[in-house]
């Protein structure tokens, strides 16, 4: 039982384009959600987060939308740069059990000069 | 600042051996996780603590056993090491806001 899906294992994207990842979640007591980042052979470093009290949440060339409704968000890049080119996962969390993340399965996304 | 420090990074052990994976935070962080992640499946959690002398499982902690004697260490006891348990083990650490910190992983082998 998959609670946090990543429909698309890839995505292939032009340097300067836009990068748009994809998550849906199934569990309706989700109410943070996170994006996460990870190059080979090392951890997984945070992103970028929601929470459900809000439908975007922007950071620089990063954004994060979030419709509760049809609960998907999404990852926004942009420019894309090749040094974005990573597995990145998302992530969901209940606010009373913080601490126990739900992880998608990872995009993973290469960035082509 | 060293954030969040596991050890070892890279381990092979013989089916029916017993380890302890290290995990150490210096943020005095409340909460500490332990995840495998596994080919296709993301990150799944272990075992989770909210603080210390307080565990509970997590999606799959069948086969492992944790303690949290300090608000710093979190260490995960393999009792006897199986194939299946063959993966990257990542630990990690936070505040109440959710967002997790991590190590950088073990990577664990048993033949």
């Known amino acids: 039982d998959q609670q946090v899906k990543q429909n698309s294992p890839s995505l292939s994207v032009q340097e300067g384009r836009i990068s748009i990842l994809n998550c849906d979640y199934t569990?309706?007591?989700?109410?943070?959600f996170l994006w996460y980042k990870k190059y080979p052979a090392e951890g997984p470093t945070f992103l970028i987060s929601?929470?459900?009290?809000?439908d975007k949440n922007e950071d620089g060339r990063f954004t994060v939308f979030l419709n509760k409704s049809a609960k998907h968000l999404s990852l926004h890049i942009v420019p894309s740069q090749p040094g974005d080119s990573a597995v990145y996962f998302c992530a969901a969390s209940e606010s009373r059990s913080y601490g126990k993340l739900t992880f998608g399965q990872g995009t993973i996304l290469t960035v082509h000069p | 600042n060293a954030g969040v420090t596991q050890t070892p990074k890279f381990q092979v052990l013989k089916t029916g051996q017993s380890m302890t994976l290290q995990c150490a935070q210096d943020m005095n962080h409340e909460y500490m996780s332990w995840y495998r992640q596994d080919p296709g499946m993301g990150l799944r959690l272990i075992h989770y603590s909210v603080g210390a002398g307080i565990t509970d499982q997590g999606e799959v902690p069948n086969g492992y056993n944790v303690s949290r004697s300090t608000t710093e260490d979190f260490p995960l006891r393999l009792l006897s090491a199986a194939p299946s348990q063959t993966s990257v083990y990542f630990c990690?650490?936070?505040?109440?806001?959710?967002?997790?910190?991590f190590g950088q992983g073990t990577r664990l082998t048993v033949v």
């Open positions: 929601i929470s459900s009290i809000k």
């Open positions: 990690a650490s936070s505040y109440s806001t959710g967002q997790a910190f």
């Open positions: 569990n309706s007591m989700f109410d943070y």
